[in-house]
């Protein structure tokens, strides 16, 4: 593997962008190397910028479920293309983009279209507070969900706390409305209804949950919460950001048979442009301007180009036996990953719901953000080197999760696996 031209292009995004990059993650830092510099996707391949070819387990971190450069992705981009950006107002397109979300998702009946996971989650929880007229948050403790202030926040000590800034730049008063407890944990949200449920607007949580690593909601969890916000008034906010599209057509949502008040949906929902959505009970969502009195917008919010993107791969995920070829892909992955492991006696538990798994080096379960954190993370990162010597490209976090797309054929999952068992051998 070349890396010359990678490190010669860093050292200049050094000298100009924080960090060399524009999203933490991308520098590398937690697997002790730098990154590469990426000159161009196809299929499940990238290819590096010092012109080596590499197994794609990133897929931009969740939106390419079709691959790279997609033709037929590319090809509706063109055409919309060729009708200019972005104007302003309202498009057909934008109308089309929310018809087919909420055809997807039952408890979606009105949907509005932004440009990040971010601006979803952090408009949704205004939203929750707006309606409500409460103001207190309930958040999983490693859960994900952007960066917008409220929802950075770190817990105290004590199973379920009022948070604490968990970045630089947040100020404590808007750390403190937001209530952390363990996933997984449902006496614990219990808890917090019991103590302070008249304040609660809403509880936010990833259904299955993505950023602390892969790890699944245990049987009747997420119907839990649902009955709890129910009976305490609050709303249920599900980020499917990383989920939506990815677990199932009807997103996890429909996989476990849930409706939430609000969604979140992302990543695959802008087909690879910058695309983000949310949506869900009509009352709620006409609280927003310009009908109601919770402020919400966005210049480039609905962009044609991002919808367009979007709705050709809705339109491709709806053929049949996408979700079925997800699966056998992801389940072939897992077993070839646990080989690899076993033969070399190194314990990992595997996480996985469909093409999204994460293989934690320790023995598990994995069940929340703390047994996450046992994980053996100086492993991870030799391991991920070796792979990435190998032409893998895993994300480079023990804390993330690995996406297959369609593009992915049984012979490059081969190719993953035989990967993996020369980089277990030298761990
Ligand atoms: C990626 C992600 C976000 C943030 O989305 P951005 O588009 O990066 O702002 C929010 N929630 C979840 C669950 C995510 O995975």
Known sequence: METKTSEELFKRACAVIPGGVNSPVRACSSVGVNPLFISHGDGCYVYSVDGDRFIDLIGSWGPLILGHADTDVLDAIKETLANGTSFGAPTELEVEFAETLCAALPSMEKVRAVNSGTEATMSAVRLARGFTGRDKLIKIDGGYHGHADFLLVAAGSGAATLGIPGSGGVSAGSAQDTILVPYNDL???????????????????????????????????????????????????????????????????????????????????????????????????????????VYQAGTLSGNPLAVTAGLKTLELLRRPGTYERLEELGAMLEKGLREAASAASIPVCINRVGAMLTLFFQKGPVNNYADAKASDTERFSKYYQAMRERGIFLPPSQFEAMFLSLAHGSEDIAEIVQAAHESMACL
């Open 187 to 293: 006496a614990a949200i219990e808890r917090v209804f019991e103590e302070v449920g008249s304040e609660v607007a809403a509880v936010i949580i990833e259904p299955i949950a993505g950023n602390m690593g892969v790890v699944v909601p245990s049987e009747g969890y997420l119907q839990g919460i649902s009955a709890l916000t129910k009976k305490h008034g609050a709303l249920f906010i599900m980020d499917e950001v990383m989920t939506s599209f990815r677990v199932g057509y009807g997103c996890a949502q429909g996989l476990y048979g849930i409706k939430p008040d609000i969604t979140c949906l992302g990543k695959i929902v802008g087909g690879g442009l910058p695309l983000a959505a949310f949506g869900g009970r009509a009352d709620v969502m006409d609280k927003l301007a310009p009908l109601g009195g």
